[in-house]
């Protein structure tokens, strides 16, 4: 966008990785030739598989009723969105009558870490599993999910949870026994990705961004994958998702849960 404004652009860094930011880059993994083709391993139809992508674009009054009512109720407009999905899985009726579902939160940690908005990527992720409380109250659900979010995103579990894993993958004998751990790690019913209010311009001389949207990243052994990438531009809160085998009237069905309970 500045390019295209005609700003000069400067030369950026190049940064280091996120492994040697959290201090674990002497703990290598020993032998690691042995996931060599890990990749390609995962899932070898993965080429033949055509991902569906949707998107719905939320009202900015809708995203400020959010906002505002997920502060009242002391959690955050993540933590809603978590819950607006256990909801909706319950009306459509695609996980049972009382779902409970596993749900990954990826976690930046920029500040944490005191990078800021460097080009590199620097996540881990968490995982949850909720389910609609008894009182059958919507805020309760967004507070509980926030509450057990929270302990998640410190810096100590993070590496902790790095730590353990690069010890678990340095024991394994095989490249099947890898491809399973990758697996299992990397399941969960919904990923709900949300780099919430972007921190940069969006007007660059005569040109005006007006949304963004994504991230879109399917991985893992599952084709029934259900990938929510969400992002706010504008004061306009932009979901994109992500799926192999994908749920209809998903997004529509969150947007209706949403405006109910704000």
Same mark, same amino acid.
């Given at each position: 966008?500045?390019?295209?404004?005609?700003?000069?652009?400067?030369?950026?860094?190049?940064p280091?990785?996120?492994?040697?930011?959290?201090?674990?880059?002497?703990?290598?993994?020993?032998?690691?030739?042995?996931?060599?083709g890990?990749?390609?391993?995962?899932?070898?139809?993965?080429?033949?598989?055509?991902? /569906?992508?949707?998107?719905?674009?939320?009202?900015?009054?809708? !995203?400020g009723?959010?906002?505002a009512?997920?502060?009242?109720?002391?959690?955050?407009?993540?933590?809603?969105?978590?819950?607006?999905?256990?909801? !909706?899985?319950?009306e459509?009726?695609?996980?049972?009558?009382?779902? /409970?579902?596993?749900?990954?939160?990826?976690?930046? !940690?920029?500040?944490?870490l005191?990078?800021?908005?460097?080009?590199?990527?620097?996540?881990d992720?968490?995982?949850?599993?909720?389910?609609?409380?008894?009182?059958?109250?919507?805020?309760e659900?967004?507070?509980?999910?926030?509450?057990?979010?929270?302990?998640q995103?410190?810096?100590?579990?993070?590496?902790?949870?790095?730590?353990?894993?690069?010890?678990?993958?340095?024991s394994?004998?095989?490249?099947?026994?890898?491809?399973?751990?990758?697996?299992?790690?990397?399941?969960?019913d919904?990923?709900?990705s949300?780099?919430?209010?972007?921190?940069?311009?969006?007007?660059?001389?005569?040109?005006?961004?007006?949304?963004?949207w994504?991230?879109?990243?399917?991985?893992?052994?599952?084709?029934?994958?259900?990938?929510?990438?969400?992002?706010?531009?504008?004061? /306009?809160?932009?979901?994109?998702y992500?799926?192999?085998a994908?749920?209809?009237?998903?997004?529509?069905?969150?947007?209706?849960?949403?405006?109910?309970?704000?």
């Open positions: 966008m500045e390019a295209h404004a005609g700003r000069p652009l400067d030369p950026l860094p190049v280091p990785p996120h492994e040697q930011l959290l201090g674990l880059e002497d703990e290598s993994i020993e032998d690691s030739s042995k996931f060599s890990v990749a390609r391993s995962i899932n070898p139809d993965f080429f033949k598989l055509a991902p /569906r992508v949707a998107s719905l674009r939320l009202s900015e009054e809708l !995203t009723k959010l906002k009512r997920s502060q009242q109720e002391e959690t955050s407009v993540h933590c809603a969105l978590q819950a607006s999905i256990v909801f !909706t899985a319950k459509l009726a695609t996980h049972g009558v009382h779902p /409970r579902l596993g749900v990954g939160s990826p976690i930046s !940690t920029r500040k944490t005191h990078q800021g908005e460097i080009c590199v990527l620097l996540t992720i968490a995982r949850q599993q909720l389910s609609i409380p008894g009182s059958g109250d919507f805020w659900l967004a507070r509980c999910a926030r509450n057990e979010l929270a302990p995103q410190s810096l100590d579990r993070i590496v902790k949870s790095r730590r353990e894993f690069r010890q678990l993958l340095s394994v004998p095989d490249l099947e026994t890898v491809r399973q751990i990758v697996g299992q790690g990397m399941k969960n919904f990923v709900l949300n780099m919430g209010s972007l921190p940069f311009d969006t007007q660059y001389g005569r040109l005006r961004l007006e949304t963004m994504g991230p879109s990243i399917l991985i893992g052994t599952s084709e029934d994958q259900q990938f929510l990438g969400v992002a706010t531009v504008n004061e /306009r809160l932009s979901l994109l992500s799926s192999h994908p749920i209809p009237r998903l997004l529509e069905t969150m947007e209706s849960v949403l405006v109910e309970h704000v």
